[in-house]
Structure formats: structure tokens, C-alpha cells
């Protein structure tokens, strides 16, 4: 059951936790979105000075990188016998609903990196090992991480910022004219975007393709394209 962050529990100085800062600071973000998370209104919900907190958490930043680790903790493991690509696509795709459940937070983050112990054993490690193993060069395995990760992140935060639907597309487009832009009169036409998760994840996979060991023989050209021209 989600606690009210309007309902204060006292806590002592000695149980005041990163965890139990986390815990209330994220139920502040889920009820009152992201312009109402500080220092003073966790110490409110919690029955402690401001200052406690923030001599805990040292600076927002602080705080806020504690509740993403807080959040990271419920990243799932996946078994490391299951195929390179399809554990790839599971471990992105979860950090792309983990990130939609805490998108306030993303933002508030300013898409900085998770780089706490749960995010980093969770994710990070097992990723990269993954990739490695698949027989990329270090090189190669950074490229690919970073794409994949800052894809599925800069999603969370476009979808958050502008939920647009396809319907408004062809309102745009029949407003400007459908003649003037027939190719994005036949798209917006024929392509329905209601299911944004489904278009992420058919994304995701053939980027993973694309990027991957095998798109390194067989599509050389939309590899170097995606890596930046290497």
C-alpha cells in the first residue's frame, strides 16, 4: 500500500536511512509531481528538520540520486543462460518501464545516469557483460550501451514531455495541407502510434539487431550510421 506523503512518520536520527528518505521522497513525486519534492516536505512527512535530510542526502542531487537507487532495487535479474539480443532487449525494455513509472524523477534528473550500486549490479554490469560476450570490442560494447541507454531514456523523457497521439499528427498535417507533405500524409494515415510501448520495444529490437555482432557483416552502412559515422 502506497503511503500518504501527507501523513508524517516520525523518524530518529539514527533510522533516517537512505532508504527511508527514498521511500518518502519517491511517494511525494508519485502524489504531487516534480515541483513539489524538497528537502523541507520530506522532512515534513518524515517529522525531522530539513536539514537533517539534506545533511543525509548532501545536496538535491544527492536525494534525488538516492531515489533513483531506491527505485533500481526493483530492477529485475535475468537468467544468464538466455541469448545475448533477447536479454538485452528484456534488460532495456525493463529499464524503459521503470523509467515511464518514475518519469518525474527522470526529469527532475535532468536524464543524468543511474549510477548507484543497485543500477550499476542490476543493469550496468550484467549489460555490458552481456555485450562483451557477444564478441564486441570494448569499443564497440560502449557505442552500443550508450545508444540503447540514451534511446530508451530520451523516450521516457519526449513521451513524458509531449504524450502526442496519431490523430494529432494528421491533424497537423491536414492543417498544413496533406498535398504540400504526402509522405507524412501516407504515415500518418496508415500508422496508428496508440501503442507508444509496442513502437519503443519494435524499435529497441531492431536497433539491437542493427547494432549488434550480426548487423556488423550484414548492414555495415545503418551501423556507422547509428554509431555516428564509425
Not at 564497440?140 to 541507454?149: G, K, T
Not at 498535398?179 to 520495444?201: K, W
Request: hydrophobic letters at 45%; charged letters at 20%; aromatic letters at 10%.
Amino acid at each position: 500500500m502506497e503511503r500518504n506523503p501527507r501523513a508524517t512518520v516520525k523518524a530518529s536520527s539514527k533510522s533516517l536511512t537512505h532508504e527511508v528518505i527514498a521511500e518518502a521522497a519517491v511517494a511525494i513525486l508519485k502524489r504531487d509531481g516534480p515541483d513539489s519534492l524538497s528537502f523541507r516536505k520530506v522532512g515534513e512527512v518524515l517529522g525531522v528538520s530539513h536539514v537533517t535530510v539534506y545533511r543525509r542526502c548532501g545536496s538535491f542531487d544527492g536525494l534525488l540520486d538516492i531515489c533513483a537507487d531506491h527505485v533500481a532495487a526493483g530492477f529485475p535479474r535475468i537468467d544468464g543462460t538466455v541469448d545475448w539480443a533477447t536479454a538485452t532487449e528484456f534488460r532495456f525494455y525493463a529499464a524503459y518501464e521503470m523509467w515511464a513509472a518514475h518519469a518525474d524523477l527522470v526529469l527532475l534528473m535532468r536524464g543524468r545516469a543511474w549510477l548507484g550500486k543497485n543500477m550499476m549490479s542490476r543493469f550496468h554490469e550484467p549489460a555490458m557483460r552481456s555485450i562483451l560476450d557477444a564478441g564486441m570490442s570494448p569499443g564497440e560494447a560502449q557505442d552500443f550501451f550508450s545508444v540503447l541507454y540514451r534511446f530508451t531514456i530520451g523516450s521516457v523523457i519526449a513521451i513524458s514531455a509531449n504524450p502526442w497521439t496519431s490523430w494529432e499528427s494528421r491533424q497537423a498535417v491536414e492543417r498544413l495541407g496533406a498535398d504540400q507533405f504526402p509522405a507524412l500524409a501516407s504515415v500518418s494515415r496508415e500508422v496508428d502510434y496508440s501503442d507508444i510501448h509496442g513502437v519503443f520495444r519494435n524499435t529497441l529490437r531492431r536497433l539491437t539487431v542493427i547494432l549488434g555482432p550480426q548487423g556488423r557483416a550484414g548492414q555495415p552502412a545503418q551501423r556507422a550510421i547509428a554509431l555516428g559515422g564509425r
